[in-house]
């Protein structure tokens, strides 16, 4: 079966530090990988996602970067931290059938300090 | 992006009884797929249901079912026998291509 793996499950940064969170995937191949972010009582913003290996789109500009290195890692990195990066961060998976519904990873709670 | 709307942004319901969420979307396109997830205090994202707009007939899975209204684009979700661990953050996910789109989502609480 397939899982997803995130992590790690909490952090706590300064200010103007970087950032590198980890999603991997098992038990698939070649699936859709995507970065969300969850704002305190709000819903989910996409922030990147891709289709394959060094393939990314990202949908809104800011000072966060994803990179898919393999087939199954998908990374969301930050160069300097900013304290509106704050948030939960949700890495989820699919395939590429049509009806194929999104498969989420425990999540990232990052606090900017 | 696609607008979706959950105007509900809390709701209540008793025990073993039902409650409907709304959600509207908009889109151009008339082959698509809509999803609604369920996070409860873990935070977990746990699909619900889904429906692929091409098929007439709700979905329904055990308790939980949809109202799809194509043409008023409209995706609501049923839950009957309403029981405690129901009580969560419902989120509606229409799908456009390789993006989802998130409403705001419905607070509900299951009052014993």
């Known amino acids: 079966s397939q899982t997803i793996h995130q992590w790690p499950a909490t952090l706590v940064q300064p200010v103007g530090s970087p950032l590198s969170l980890e999603c991997t ?6 699936p859709n990988l995507y970065w969300y972010r969850q704002a305190a009582g709000r819903g989910l913003q ?14 809104v500009p800011q000072n966060l970067s994803a990179s898919r290195p393999q087939d199954r890692q998908f990374i969301l990195s930050s160069k300097k931290l900013l304290l509106s990066d704050s948030g939960f961060y949700l890495c ?3 395939t590429g059938h049509p009806n194929s519904p999104l498969h989420f990873g425990n999540g990232t709670r990052l606090t900017v300090t | 992006a696609q607008t979706v709307t959950q105007s509900q942004p809390e709701m ?5 009884e039902t409650v409907t969420l709304s959600c509207t979307y908009d889109t151009s396109e008339n082959n698509y797929y809509l999803f609604w997830y369920k996070q409860p205090p873990s935070r977990q ?5 889904r429906q692929e707009a091409y098929k007439q007939q709700n979905a329904t899975e055990n308790r939980f079912s949809v109202n799809f209204q194509k ?3 409209s995706f609501s979700l049923k839950i009957s026998d309403s029981q405690l661990g129901d009580t969560a953050m419902y989120f509606c ?7 989802f789109y998130f409403g705001t989502g419905t607070s509900l609480t299951v009052i014993p």
């Open chain 1, 25 to 30: 995937v098992e038990g698939t191949s070649n």
């Open chain 1, 46 to 59: 996409l922030l990147f996602y891709s289709v394959g290996i060094g393939q990314i789109s990202s949908e």
């Open chain 1, 92 to 94: 989820a998976w699919r």
């Open chain 2, 12 to 16: 209540s319901v008793q025990e073993a």
């Open chain 2, 45 to 49: 994202m746990i699909l619900v249901i």
């Open chain 2, 71 to 73: 043409a008023a684009k």
């Open chain 2, 93 to 99: 996910a229409p799908r456009r291509g390789n993006q």
